[in-house]
């Protein structure tokens, strides 16, 4: 059984930090890619990032964040990371992180969190 749990999400400053995490069980963290990503209030959901497990560790961020956020992994612990700097008012939302069911940011997700709410005030 494949868990994921969100953490680290609240309130920030426009132009601030904020790093979330994503703790997994039931497998290892680098087995599957796996992706954050996030709905805003009234919008649709959106994929914020994406890390591969593949060879080349190959990551995707959605034209919005990049430059300002950092996806990582860190095996010791079984967590991805979502590094947000520069953090502005339209990143305010609601994030998940998700499985694939490969080593490719492709396909259908699999397993989901609960999700952690990140609010940007201006």
């Known amino acids: 059984q494949l868990q994921l749990v969100e953490s680290g999400g609240g309130l920030v400053e426009s132009g601030g930090s904020l790093r979330l995490s994503c703790t997994v069980s039931?497998?290892?963290?680098?087995?599957?890619?796996m992706g954050w990503f996030r709905q805003a209030p009234g919008k649709e959901r959106e994929r914020v990032s994406c890390i591969s497990s593949s060879g080349d560790g190959k990551i995707y961020y959605e034209d919005s964040v990049r430059g300002r956020f950092t996806v990582s992994r860190d095996k010791a612990e079984n967590t991805m990371y979502l590094l947000m700097n520069s953090v502005k008012t339209e990143d305010t939302g609601d994030y998940f992180c998700?499985?694939?069911?490969?080593?490719?940011?492709?396909?259908?997700?699999?397993?989901w969190g609960q999700g952690t709410q990140v609010t940007v005030s201006s």
């Open positions: 039931g497998f290892t963290v680098d087995r599957y890619a």
């Open positions: 998700a499985t694939y069911p490969s080593y490719y940011c492709n396909g259908k997700t699999d397993s």
